[in-house]
Nanobody
Framework: QVQLVESGGGSVQAGGSLRLSCAVSGRTFSKYGMGWFRQAPGKEREFVAA????????AYADSVKGRFTISRDNAKNTVYLQMNSLKPEDTGVYSC????????????????????WGQGTQVTVSS
């Protein structure tokens, strides 16, 4: 059974930082790309960042480029999202997900590419 467990969310003031983690079990982590998505209240879920199975390639939403960094540690079966210079509009539930295809060299940016999802962790940024 594949499980994804996010952690690291919380409440911060604008300009602050948070580091999210997503631990994956039940799947050979090093074969799959990973992604982070977020959903704000009353809005649809949106893509935030993605990384390929080997960490060589990444992709970011325009709204977070230069502020967020996705990384992974295949030895720990964990993907991270470092979030700096946080803004109130970054508020939402952040979820990680695994790509449904193995060994893909391009980071996946669409929800349809992901098959397993975590429950999410809340990030609240106050002004």
């Amino acid at each position: 059974q594949v499980q994804l467990v996010e952690s690291g969310g919380g409440s911060v003031q604008a300009g602050g930082s948070l580091r999210l983690s997503c631990a994956v079990s039940g799947r050979t982590f090093s074969k799959y790309g990973m992604g982070w998505f977020r959903q704000a209240p009353g809005k649809e879920r949106e893509f935030v960042a993605a990384i390929t199975y080997n960490g060589y390639n990444t992709a970011y939403a325009d709204s977070v480029k230069g502020r967020f960094t996705i990384s992974r540690d295949n030895a720990k079966n964990t993907v991270y999202l470092q979030m700096n210079s946080l803004k109130p509009e970054d508020t939402g539930v952040y979820s990680c997900a695994t790509d449904r295809v193995v060994f893909v060299g391009v980071a996946a940016t669409t929800e349809g590419r992901y098959d397993y999802w975590g429950q999410g962790t809340q990030v609240t940024v106050s002004s």
